[in-house]
């Protein structure tokens, strides 16, 4: 019985295998998955060449015309699952592309495709659009315009050419100033992303709305990235844009430009006050603002007695939070980042920022860097710095 009950279960294991494989000798969802591979292929090709015919033929071509002006080095895709229901499929997949000039290493991003398939058994894609829980790309948005500058490139969507001419200037302004402020070793360009509003900012960066209402711009990029790493991207909120004046839009984008540069230098073992305080510091160097004008929050809480006991945490960064709170974490990393450049000069305050991303993790970070650059520790650096709150904005 024994014998007999192994010889059934191989007859059904057998069975099993000619139903999955069919008379070709290849699981079907292994085929089909090859083709949909070889689809995407083909329009990753069509997309690299500029060949809209190509493209066409691989399905809809909307995203072809709405990524037209995007400066692509690189494009592929890798299929990395596949439902089919008959005669369609959804396919989820890994782009990788590369902006020309300005990413060592390609960008990723998770799509999802709808796919179709023909009398005579050829696929082809229906749509294709973000993953679930991945950002936007600009081109999801609409139809990418670009503007070059002599250190910058501008994308937008829904933008109008001066619009986009004048981000330009603003970054090809920010890099030598932040290059003067911290140096040359970095890529310096910068690549500047201009949606149409701030649902669209909210796309690109995969968060609501409500994370960035009131934020001029963010700064994407991994701390302590490798120099093989894609460019970081400086993010615009055109809505909370359009409410600065002219010195306060070169002090933002100068801000993030800094971000840019200081990335690679940039860890875990960065607090928030250092690093957006320094980003601020740099913004702020050549504006000529008095620390009242520039810290106008943090001034009505000194004014009004309530001077900080400490430097902020990393929660009190948070954008969803209190703004006022928001408005003085931020100004209180700016007042201290400018209290080492006046007491222990630029250079000093460079080393520090560099000395503390060198620390293998955030404990002793601060506390070594200030020792070994600055000659003083925590406690002492905290009161200087609130003595230096009561003169200045006392």
């Not at 592309?97 to 229906?126: I, K």
């Not at 081109?139 to 250190?151: A, E, I, N």
Request: net charge positive.
């Amino acid at each position: 019985m024994a014998g007999r009950r192994s010889g059934y279960g191989v007859v059904a294991l057998v069975l099993l295998l000619v139903a999955l494989v069919g008379c070709g000798g290849r699981p079907v969802a292994d085929r089909a998955t090859a083709e949909v591979q070889r689809l995407l292929d083909r329009r990753a090709a069509a997309v690299l060449d500029r060949d809209e015919r190509a493209y066409d033929q691989t399905g809809r071509g909307t995203e072809f015309a709405r990524l037209r002006a995007v400066p692509v080095a690189a494009w592929s895709y890798r299929v990395t699952g596949l439902r089919r229901s008959g005669d369609t499929a959804t396919a989820e997949a890994e782009l990788r592309y590369r902006v020309a000039g300005y990413d060592p290493a390609p960008m990723t991003a998770g799509r999802t495709l709808r796919l179709n398939r023909d009398a005579d058994g050829q696929w082809s894609v229906d749509t294709d659009r973000p993953a679930k829980k991945a950002a936007q790309q600009l081109w999801d948005q609409g139809t990418v315009q670009l503007v070059r500058g002599r250190h910058s490139l501008v994308l937008g969507v829904g933008q109008s050419g001066r619009s986009l001419r004048d981000f330009a200037d603003l970054a090809d302004r920010a890099v030598p100033a932040v290059s003067d402020a911290w140096g040359t070793d970095w890529s310096r360009r910068v690549v500047v992303l201009v949606p149409k509003s701030l649902e669209g900012m909210a796309g690109l960066l995969g968060s609501p709305a409500s994370s960035y209402r009131g934020i001029a711009a963010v700064t994407t990029g991994e701390t302590g990235a490798r120099r093989q790493a894609p460019a970081d991207r400086v993010i615009v909120n055109p809505d909370a844009f359009a409410l600065l004046g002219g010195p306060g839009e070169q002090v933002v984008i100068t801000h993030e430009t800094t971000h840019v540069a200081t990335r690679a230098r940039t860890t875990a073992a960065t607090p928030l006050w250092l690093s957006e305080g320094y980003a601020d510091w740099v913004g702020y160097r050549a504006a000529g603002r008095t620390p009242a004008e520039a810290a106008p929050e943090l001034s009505r809480a000194v004014t009004e007695g309530r001077i900080p006991a400490a430097l902020p945490d990393d929660e009190d960064f948070g954008f969803t939070g209190d703004a006022g709170r928001l408005a003085r974490a931020y100004e209180s990393g700016w007042t201290a980042c400018r209290l080492i450049a006046d007491r222990w000069g630029e250079s000093r305050l460079r080393a520090f920022y560099r000395a503390v991303g060198a620390h293998e993790k955030r404990a002793g970070a601060v506390e070594d860097a200030m020792r070994e650059v600055l000659g003083t520790t925590p406690q002492a650096f905290t009161t200087q710095w609130r003595e230096s709150l009561r003169e200045q904005l006392g």
